[in-house]
């Protein structure tokens, strides 16, 4: 996967920073100018940026973000954070008590169903192999089991991460199909390729996925943004 990382747009009220900036995401830190309101800042910095999320943390700075994104917020008077998160054209917000409850919130209310645990299936272009140890190993230490393809299991295993290696459909094999529907996958990342088996193997395992409900990812922006939600 490319070096490319999601970028997080923080609007932190009161208080330090919200991710760290160790973590795999891209954070910016918002802070209005003098004579400058908060929602004409965060629209702003929203349309420089164009961030895969924005973060809120209190009741009024949520609402701030909410006006700039043109967004509705999820009401909560317990909600400490809001996070929006991007559907088709527009954003979509979710409210917690935690950063990361909200953003889990936000990209469930987008379609996005978030599980704690399970399997996660990686198969990507050899263009994306140098990158995607990060991401497989974060999630591999949040507990979940993972399956690869191929050279991007050699890759991952390499590298010291306990890595169950499946067969293409173009190869001959129905494994991927199978773990699909038996539910021992939460998540595939899937990225493009050249080729006609490659094409024909990526679609299948989209399709196959979308028929069983599983988030089929297929870019590092989405992982990373998943794993801040799963608090990786």
Known sequence: ????????????????????KENRAEVHSLQAKDGESLKDAAAD?????????????????????AAALNADIEASEDAAYFAFVREGTG????????????????????????RG????LFTVSDAHKPSLYPVADAFRRLGFEIFATGGTARVLKE???L??????LSEGSDQIVKLLQAGRLSYVFNTPTSGNSTLRDGHMIRTTAAENGLPCFTD?????????????
């Open 45 to 65: 910095a929203a349309a420089k940026l164009s961030p895969c999320a924005v973060i809120a943390r209190g009741q009024d700075t949520g609402s701030a973000a």
């Open 91 to 114: 954003w979509v917000c979710g409210a917690g008590t935690s950063a990361a409850q909200a953003l889990r919130g936000a990209l469930e209310r987008s379609g996005v169903r978030v």
């Open 117 to 120: 645990g399970g399997g996660v």
């Open 163 to 168: 890595t169950i290696s499946v067969k293409k």
């Open 159 to 161: 590298r010291g991460v």
């Open 220 to 232: 590092i922006t989405q992982a990373q943004l998943l794993l801040l939600a799963l608090g990786g």
């Open 1 to 20: 996967m490319s070096a490319e990382k999601c970028r997080i747009l923080e609007l932190r009220g009161s208080g330090g920073e919200i991710f760290p």
